[in-house]
């Protein structure tokens, strides 16, 4: 059973707006990813980490960023949010490696 | 980096019916998973299989690491078995990569 959470489950936001989404594990998993989703459409990693002070730019393009200064809290932050940051954003964790990951039930994000 | 790609895109059965979902990646793979994504958008494990065969009650998957593939078989589908099956897999680079998906609907 996997312990990762997301908050908030769902957030409607005005243009411009600084908003934070956080993820939290109870793992200890060193390996922490996001990942935005479109409605219909697959998912695709926009930021990871191995580990404490670790962050790394995923395949897609995104204005968000992220920390990691504990283990356990991997939060994203838009500085301004935009319409175009509408979308489903899941947060997932693993062991180090290629090991099997894990994610939180995600937040549906809405600029309006 | 790997490529992953899910066929088919989109399946209807009805209750009771097996099926075959395929994932097909570019490069080795140190990770494969499989994933059901519920109505709500949540991404459930369900197998973890970067070579080999499992199963888990009418689910089984097997992936052939030599051939890049790996299939999940769904057997005497339900209703609840509805939504969208990803595969994703890892390489040399440690990311796992999703494919674009199976939406399967399954009807009473």
């Known amino acids: 059973e996997a312990d990762i959470y997301q908050t908030p489950r769902y957030l409607v936001i005005g243009t411009g707006k600084k908003i934070t989404l956080e993820c939290s594990q109870t793992m200890g998993h060193d390996k922490m990813y996001w990942y935005q989703q479109d409605p219909g459409m697959e998912l695709h990693l926009i930021h990871y980490s191995y580990g404490v002070n670790s962050t790394e730019k995923g395949d897609l393009s995104s204005e968000s960023t992220v920390s990691r200064i504990r283990t356990e809290h991997f939060p994203l932050t838009l500085e301004s949010a935009r319409p175009s940051h509408t979308s489903q954003y899941l947060c997932?964790?693993?062991?180090?490696?290629?090991?099997?990951?894990?994610f939180g039930q995600g937040t549906r994000l809405t600029v309006v | 980096g790997i490529q992953v790609e899910q066929s088919p895109p989109d399946l209807i059965l009805q209750e009771g019916a097996n099926s075959t979902l395929r994932c097909n990646f570019s490069d080795s793979v140190n990770n494969l998973q499989w994933f059901h994504q519920n109505p709500w958008g949540q991404l459930i494990n369900l197998f973890y299989i970067p070579s080999g065969t499992k199963q888990n009650g009418r689910l089984s998957a097997t992936t052939v690491a030599t051939e890049r593939y790996s299939l999940l078989y769904i057997s005497s589908s339900q209703t609840t078995d509805s939504g969208v099956y990803f595969c994703a897999a890892g390489g040399a680079t440690n990311k796992l990569i999703f494919g674009t998906g199976t939406l399967l609907a399954v009807q009473p």
């Open positions: 997932a964790s693993s062991l180090p490696g290629n090991t099997e990951a894990f």
